[in-house]
């Protein structure tokens, strides 16, 4: 499969990995379509892409919506070959606080956004997915999970956070061999500090002590770089199964 030929649903979408994706696969000819839960920015983030990108609201952690959306992003996209799942909270706390233990409807909630929703979205694309008209090595499509290097190596007050990274990049493995009969790949994609509209509300020190951090190079991941990944994966058949870390080669210290 070729880039320009995406038919892709992106999570997430409206800022951040989730929209340098979108970004990307429009700007090389393919269609994408942006959900996320919020309408204001996802609708303005779809429009400044042209007309290869459009908006649809979704809450991944319903059911009801995800499958509703996936429909509507098939029948918009005249077909559905990508999924990429980028929705997603970070979820910091201790488990013990400073205010006492962490409550689990905290916890919860991480684990139905971040784990929970990618597998309702994985399974909603997956099942259109399977009508597909199947490709040279009988490819019918993909899905990428945003898993993230908090996975292998949690910091403190990462518990929520690591605990739904690293099922997401569990399921990965069982998903692709579940669906290798059907030409279906699932893959995993591990990024590590990557300069996100959440670090701008971060001052330049700390940003600059963060990319310090990395081994090489000593900076902040780009968002384009994981749209680049993404791309690779999309045209590399035999990529499937697999967590990629995107990290510059850091190994997370403690805190």
Not at 173 to 193: K, Q, T
Not at 235 to 241: A, R, V
Not at 246 to 255: E, F, N, S
């Amino acid at each position: 499969m070729k880039i320009q030929d995406a038919r892709a649903v992106i999570t997430g979408g409206a800022s951040g990995l989730g929209h340098a994706v979108a970004r990307h696969i429009a700007a090389q000819g393919g269609r994408a379509v942006i959900l996320d839960v919020q309408e204001g920015p996802g609708r303005a983030a779809a429009a400044a892409l042209g007309a290869n990108a459009s908006f649809m609201r979704c809450d991944v952690t319903s059911e009801a919506e995800v499958n509703a959306a996936m429909e509507g992003a098939h029948s918009r996209l005249a077909g559905l070959n990508l999924l990429v799942n980028c929705a997603g909270v970070i979820g910091a706390g201790r488990v013990l606080g400073k205010n006492g233990p962490m409550a689990g409807e905290f916890f919860t909630k991480v684990i139905h956004i971040n784990l929970i929703g990618t597998f309702l979205c994985d399974k909603a694309a997956a099942a259109l997915m399977q009508n597909n008209t199947p490709g040279p090595d009988g490819e019918r499509g993909l899905l990428i999970h945003t898993s993230s290097v908090a996975a292998f190596e949690g910091q403190i007050g990462q518990a929520a956070y690591s605990a739904t990274k690293a099922a997401v990049a569990g399921m990965t493995l069982p998903i692709a061999r579940e669906l290798a009969r059907l030409g279906i790949r699932c893959v995993s994609i591990a990024p590590g500090i990557f300069h996100t509209p959440m670090m701008d509300g971060m001052s330049k020190e700390v940003q600059d002590s963060l990319a310090a951090q990395v081994p090489f190079p000593a900076r902040l991941g780009k968002p384009e770089e994981f749209a680049q990944l993404v791309a690779s994966v999309f045209e590399i058949p035999m990529l499937n199964g697999a967590t990629i870390r995107l990290d510059g080669a850091i190994r997370m210290q403690p805190k």
